[in-house]
């Protein structure tokens, strides 16, 4: 299980077995998050089973399945509202753990600056300065509703 801490509460992952549920388990981690859709790959786990051995683990588990190359508004709220209220550190994954953190840099734009996110991101070895425009106009807009 390749893992990347992105802050103290949030990480990303590759795609996850339900063994790689059991060592996240042991490293402390409390939530699991699957922005994986069901049956992008014939290997991979489905979502009820990951869940269940969650479940079974004491993990708190969320589906927020994002298809590659159509991340939504939706999504990006369904993540930061759970996120918000799930007990940390949590784990998010995907196929490359690439769609978990642009959720995470996309969800964390209503409290970090465009250039915070970079930096976190970029020192995960993730490069989101594509993200830059839609990271500042989410800044901009924070600070009109202030």
Same mark, same amino acid.
């Given at each position: ?10 990480? $990303? ?52 399945? $994002? $298809? ?79």
């Amino acid at each position: 299980m390749k893992v990347t801490k992105l802050t103290p509460n949030i990480s $990303v992952a590759h795609q996850l077995t339900e063994q790689d549920l059991e060592a996240a388990a042991a490293a402390g981690f409390k939530t699991i998050i699957n922005n994986r859709p069901d049956g992008e790959a014939p290997d991979q786990p489905r979502s009820e089973a990951l869940s269940a051995a969650a479940d079974r683990l004491g993990l708190a588990y969320r589906h927020i399945p $994002v $298809v590659p190359g159509q991340l939504s508004d939706e999504q990006v709220e369904a993540f930061r509202a759970f996120l918000n209220d799930a007990q940390k550190p949590a784990l998010a994954f995907c196929r490359t753990g690439t769609r978990s953190a642009t959720l995470w840099a996309l969800a964390a734009s209503d409290r970090l600056s465009a250039n915070e996110i970079l930096q976190t991101t970029s020192e995960a070895g993730y490069d989101f300065e594509a993200l830059r425009p839609q990271l500042e106009s989410a800044a901009a807009k924070r600070s009109s509703d202030s």
